[in-house]
């Protein structure tokens, strides 16, 4: 018996009747008729019965998935955030708030500015810094070449001395502070041609060192003779500074003339600075007409100057001899 299962599918679809009238009106639709060989999808796992219109799903165009997208409540910070962000933009705009902030933070600048001078002299040091090409070719040429040199006196201006870029007989930190820089290199070339290299800041600390004794011991004596000056403790590290310019020439000196050259560069600069120390402390440190000290004591200030001027060519020599 040839049985045909599909056969007794095509016949004349059926109409459905529609149960609202009473299953006794058959219905017009096209979407009431059954459709064979269509696959129907499956509800909750199971095939739904012959008989029932089944909905027809549409695919979804172009791909997309039509499985609708979960919506999440949106957060309740999200409007306070804003609402706080836009309160404070708003309130830093206004005049009355941005002149607080401004005077206050003027305050504060000010109240920091007097405590950082009080332990660094700021305005005191731009005025040592004060210089310009022309003063420090011709400071320089007054180191070396102070027998040159006739008038000592400083300008004053309103009782403040003139800036050293207006007045060559001023004192500077400029060239102090460069030649000191410089005697650092020098130093370290030295070693390193003689293969004894040391490290930078092993040379710095120990002439640093140097320095600060000087001047301690500089203070101390003024303290203990009871000498007022109108010294103050920049000009100490001044007048100690310039012999950097001597120690740096008499160790260029030996690169080109080994010691012959060191010895009498030394010899030479030591001289010019003692005689330099002397001329200008002079009237830093001996009473004049229109100065506020007495002229007692001017034998211990002559002992001063003196020795001020001749500490310098020993230590010219005990920072500078070791290195060749």
Known sequence: MNYNHSSARRGKAKRLLDPSA??????????SQYIYNQQVPMNNGMIPEYGFNVPQQQPPPYGFSTVPMQSYPPSENHGDEYATTQFTTQLLAEPIVTNVAM???????????????????????KY????DTNYVMTKLSLLFFPFLHKDWSVRYEQDIPLQPRFERNALDMYIPTMAFVTYIVIASLILGIQERFSPLGTLASSALAWNIIEILIQAISLYIMHLETSLSTLDLF??????????NAALLSWLLFRKFGYYMSLLYCSISLAFFVIRSLKLRVLPRNNSAYTASGNKRRLYFILFVAGTQPVLMWCLSNHLI
């Open 238 to 247: 001044a007048y100690c500074g310039y012999k950097y310019v001597g120690i």
């Open 103 to 125: 005077q206050y933070g003027n305050a504060l600048v000010g109240y920091g500015s007097q405590k950082f001078e009080k332990y660094v002299p700021v305005t005191a040091l």
């Open 22 to 31: 009473g299953l006794s009106a058959p219905t017009s639709s096209p979407q």
């Open 128 to 131: 040592y810094f004060a210089v």
